[in-house]
């Protein structure tokens, strides 16, 4: 009586599942396979349906056996799609267009060009058959033509098949091929079908639920494998065409698109390694990954309920809010040391770029990255001087491009990275508006940062991108306090200076940047640039207004300092825009430089650092590295004006001719 009991509760828990699924659009993976033959993977199909509504995608080997475990017939279903025409996507729809025919089902059959053809070729070969069939019924081959409709598709009208509506559009293969989404209902999935690298999917995809896309790249359990080649990328000749994207090429895709979950299918062996693949794709994807076996069911189960009657689904639960407002404490101890040396006229900061201070949950869903230890060294000029013109933290200007440098460092070593590579894309091509830049402070844009205005680089590294609130909680409000060193070398403090720059004794008030919101709306269309009121969701929504606040185009200003009682150049961390300043007054050293430095070319970090050779105190540093430093006109020579440090204090002794300048041979030569 018990086990009839359970096996009743089991039954109705399954029936009323199967009730409030056919109120949700599903996939139910009917095949997960390849080519290979695997008994435990039919080849690719998947099902697509929404109420009473059934759409077939491809129909690979073993389609109609696992179409009949999950009592799904033939003449139930209204639509068959093609992605293209590999038999391996194909080779039973022969069978099931047959069936169809004979079922009296109204059905609607597309996919890419030859699909017309393909139907007229099964008709024509097996003419005498269905004939026959439809014979014992009383029917002719004439009678059931019309019904079924079947078109090549082309251009980018959308198809609807019952309430389902369906988009699509090319991709890259090895033939002609089609992707497809379907969205009812305020839900959308997306098949990929077999691909590279598409720019087209990502706008298709844009904010779907689900991405079901072909597995390439994904690593067998118990093998290694490169990420950035796919499982079908055989042969190492450079004539033969590549047919699947990598675990690189399908994150990036799945990133650019913002789905929610990405679906691997398409795998040609039985067991992933599910660990490494979702490790590779965590570089760019941070949503949830799943891996397709044959029958998964899209939602899953335990995600499809209601409340008060309205069926939901809570696909993202697993992964932390965006918003990264918790404060935990680092098991790994900050370790960093600034030092000077006034021969060679540099301030020499070493860190492993671990914070001093809590820091909010990592990895998380908008930044998916572990914080770990680092080998960083930075050398900056101790005297610096202010250069002929601004650098700027970005390629383009003040506001727009790519990072270029990063601004500078924290007194705890952890790194001011002000820029993001994030921009606006274009509606249409997806493509990048560089003179657009996201900016990452904004309340429209969010990176994953915790409550230091900090987040972490798949590196590992993590740096502020604004004011680093944990380090500057203990700060006194009436001090003027340093926070950090510029890549130019001149110092940053944290929003709080001297009244009267040039005054120690004047009151301590908080500065003010010059930048303002501008007014009005942004020129571009909507499609290739944005358009909509400045908000501060790009940098350029920001103008500088001289003599605005207290501070310059690059957010300083000089004047006495606790540490520079004389005066100086300095930045300010403000709290407001632009934060930390997206330019220099003075020249960045190289270490600072994106994309080049001795902190950016992975394979200097790689490999082991040599030790420098001591050198006697008399013996002249690379003269090559004091013009860098100090010949800020370029002329191959140091002037007296330029000399810095030891050598401005001996250039009498170092300038042999007299003639108010160091050339290389004056300076290599010994003191006699």
């Not at 599942?17 to 008994?39: C, M």
């Amino acid at each position: 009586m018990i086990k009839y009991l359970i096996l009743m509760m089991v039954c109705l828990g399954s029936k009323l599942f199967a009730q409030e699924n056919n109120n949700h659009l599903t996939a139910t993976i009917i095949g997960s396979g390849s080519p290979k033959f695997n008994t435990e993977r039919s080849g690719p199909s998947v099902l697509i349906s929404y109420k009473n509504t059934k759409i077939l995608v491809d129909m690979g080997n073993g389609t109609q056996a696992n179409l009949h475990k999950i009592n799904t017939k033939i003449k139930d279903i209204d639509g068959f799609l093609f992605t293209h025409h590999h038999l391996d996507h194909n080779e039973e729809f022969a069978p099931i267009f047959i069936q169809s025919l004979l079922g009296r089902n109204k059905t609607t059959i597309a996919g890419p060009k030859q699909t017309t053809s393909i139907i007229d070729n099964i008709i024509d070969i097996y003419k005498e058959d269905i004939e026959y069939r439809l014979s014992k019924s009383g029917r002719s081959l004439k009678s059931v033509k019309s019904n079924y409709a079947a078109k090549n598709l082309t251009g980018n009208s959308p198809l609807y098949i019952g309430d389902i509506k369906i988009t699509y559009t090319a991709v890259n293969h090895t033939i002609e091929t089609l992707a497809y989404r379907f969205d009812v209902g305020g839900e959308s999935i997306v098949i990929s079908g077999d691909l590279t690298y598409s720019k087209s999917l990502p706008i298709l995809a844009n904010n779907a639920d689900y991405l079901i896309m072909d597995s390439g790249g994904a690593i067998e359990l118990g093998k290694k494998r490169n990420a950035t080649r796919s499982n079908n990328d055989r042969s190492n000749t450079k004539t033969k065409e590549k047919a699947h994207v990598n675990l690189v090429e399908s994150s990036q895709m799945a990133k650019e698109a913002n789905v929610e979950n990405l679906v691997l299918t398409h795998f040609n062996f039985t067991n992933v390694d599910k660990e490494a693949t979702s490790t590779e794709i965590r570089k760019n994807y941070v949503g949830r990954v799943l891996y397709a076996k044959d029958l998964m069911v899209l939602p899953l189960e335990n995600e499809v309920h209601s409340h008060n009657g309205i069926s939901h689904s809570h696909n993202n639960e697993h992964l932390p809010e965006i918003k990264n407002s918790s404060k935990e404490k680092l098991l790994l101890q900050n370790k960093v040391s600034i030092t000077e040396d006034k021969k060679n006229d540099v301030r020499i900061i070493k860190s492993n770029a671990i914070p001093n201070h809590t820091v909010g949950q990592f990895p998380t869903k908008g930044n998916p990255n572990t914080i770990t230890e680092q080998n960083k060294e930075y050398t900056i000029d101790l005297t610096p001087t202010l250069a002929n013109k601004i650098t700027y933290v970005y390629d383009l200007g003040i506001d727009k491009g790519r990072p270029s440098y990063v601004f500078g460092v924290a007194i705890n070593g952890v790194k001011f990275e002000p820029s993001a590579n994030e921009y606006f894309r274009n509606i249409e091509t997806n493509e990048p508006n560089h003179e657009w830049t996201l900016e990452p402070l904004s309340e429209e844009v969010n990176l994953g940062e915790d409550y230091n205005n900090a987040h972490v680089q798949p590196n590992g590294e993590y740096h502020y991108h604004g004011t680093p609130t944990g380090l500057v909680a203990d700060f006194d409000k009436n001090k003027m306090t340093l926070v950090g060193w510029a890549a130019d070398g001149f110092p940053m403090y944290y929003k709080m200076g001297y009244e009267d720059p040039m005054d120690a004794k004047s009151k301590v008030v908080q500065l003010k940047s010059s930048y303002t919101l501008k007014k009005g709306e942004r020129p571009g269309d909507g499609i290739s640039a944005p358009n909509g009121t400045y908000s501060g969701k790009y940098v350029r929504d920001y103008e500088y207004q001289n003599n605005y606040g207290d501070l310059d185009e690059c957010n300083g200003r000089t004047g006495v300092t606790p540490e520079f009682p004389n005066g100086t150049y300095y930045y300010v961390v403000s709290d407001e825009f632009p934060s930390a300043s997206r330019c220099f007054m003075g020249t960045p050293s190289n270490d600072f430089k994106i994309g080049g430095g001795r902190n950016q070319t992975q394979q200097r970090q790689n490999q082991p650092r040599q030790r420098e050779e001591k050198t006697n105190e008399n013996t002249p540093p690379s003269f090559t590295n004091i013009l860098k430093r100090m010949d800020t006109n370029n002329d191959g020579k140091i002037s007296k004006s330029e000399a810095k440090g030891n050598l401005k204090e001996n250039f009498q002794n170092r300038d042999k001719n007299k003639d108010g300048y160091i050339t290389q041979d004056e300076m290599t030569r010994r003191n006699q």
